[in-house]
């Protein structure tokens, strides 16, 4: 699983919904054989690993969360903007 550098979409769509402060959020990248283990056999393209964000850390960054995506998907972007929604507590049905 290699970690990668968050695109502009992450610092827009925080902001959009009411963050202001520091924040943060990882992205990582990794195989459909990699993404099926995290998932017992299944497979998505996209995977949120969301944490609490009632908890204060001492040093004042919130931390949303992991978002994983499949390395086989062209638009990492859109990916990395629903993931990070995910992470924000927006879904869909």
């Given at each position: 699983?290699?970690?990668?550098?968050?695109?502009?979409?992450?610092?827009?769509?925080?902001?959009?919904?009411?963050?202001?402060?520091?924040y943060?959020?990882?992205?990582?990248?990794?195989?459909?054989?990699?993404?099926?283990?995290?998932l017992?056999?299944?497979?998505?393209?996209?995977?949120?690993?969301?944490?609490?964000?009632?908890?204060?850390?001492p040093?004042?960054?919130?931390?949303?969360?992991?978002?994983?995506?499949?390395?086989?998907?062209?638009?990492?972007?859109?990916?990395?903007?629903?993931?990070?929604?995910?992470?924000?507590?927006?879904?869909?049905?």
């Amino acid at each position: 699983m290699k970690k990668l550098v968050n695109p502009p979409i992450i610092e827009k769509t925080v902001r959009e919904h009411g963050i202001t402060g520091e924040y943060e959020v990882n992205i990582f990248e990794c195989s459909a054989t990699e993404m099926k283990k995290l998932l017992d056999g299944k497979y998505h393209n996209v995977l949120s690993f969301p944490l609490d964000r009632d908890t204060t850390y001492p040093d004042g960054i919130l931390r949303l969360g992991d978002i994983v995506i499949c390395k086989d998907e062209l638009d990492k972007e859109f990916l990395a903007h629903h993931g990070c929604l995910h992470l924000l507590g927006i879904h869909h049905e």
